[in-house]
């Protein structure tokens, strides 16, 4: 794989070339601009091709999240107890702390409530969503976004009450939400706190440099 830098309409990009490669695409995110081509294809066409998708790739950088600016001694929201920032802190190990956290918590609050609900998951994948806290899907699987374990654990709790209930209906109907209610009786209370303060949460974490 070869790999070179290319400038086009005041932009860097990093061009790289692999036999194994078939077509032109483009990439962008926070470590950067990438042009990823099959070998032979000559550095003045695919400057060319870059800038015929000029106004696609400036939408996806203007897209990128921020940086985080992490400043010593300042909170961050982490279950009810908060999280100080130290000066050996970096937007990639406070991403990595946060993970670890969430791998440790999440499924430990999981099992507590499957224990009690009517069914048990078949499987729990966590990862970062942007505009949702959990799913669950026809094959009985649960998704949480790592980002809850920033939330209180009232918060985290009823989501993941929330999406056991989906493994016995799923929809919203009468019937789910008097399930949830039945063993999370002040969900209406976190559902609103979700609604209310749920995106600045995610906006803080999806700040760390992904």
């Known amino acids: ?60 950088l203007k897209q990128l999240p921020v940086i985080a600016g992490l400043v010593p001694n300042q909170l961050w929201p982490y279950r009810n107890i908060g999280r100080v920032i130290t000066p050996q802190d970096s937007p990639t190990s406070l ?15 999981l099992a507590y409530w499957a224990d ?13 969503y942007s505009g949702r806290w959990g799913s669950c899907n026809r094959r009985q699987e649960l998704q949480l976004n790592w980002a809850l374990i920033a939330c209180p654990d009232a918060a985290i709790d009823y989501v993941i009450v929330h999406e056991l209930a989906h493994l016995v209906h799923f929809n919203h109907s009468r019937a789910f939400w008097q399930l949830v209610e039945h063993y999370f009786p002040n ?22 440099n992904f």
Do not use: N
């Not at 995110?29 to 800038?51: H, K, M, N, R, Y």
């Not at 009690?116 to 966590?126: A, D, R």
């Not at 209370?189 to 760390?208: D, F, N, P």
């Open 116 to 128: 009690l609900m009517p069914k048990q998951p078949q499987g729990l994948k966590i990862r970062f």
């Open 95 to 109: 991403k990595r702390w946060y993970l670890e956290q969430a791998d440790a918590y999440l499924p430990q609050r």
């Open 1 to 60: 794989m070869s790999q070179l830098l290319l400038s086009v309409a005041g932009q860097s990009w990093v061009l790289k070339r692999d036999s194994r490669r078939k077509r032109v695409a483009l990439r962008v995110d926070p470590q950067g601009c990438w042009c990823l081509a099959p070998l032979g294809v000559s550095d003045a066409w695919l400057a060319q091709f870059i800038a015929e998708h000029q106004s696609w790739w400036r939408q996806q």
């Open 187 to 208: 969900y209406h209370q976190q559902a609103c706190w979700l609604r209310r303060e749920g995106h600045h949460y995610l906006t803080q974490l999806k700040s760390l």
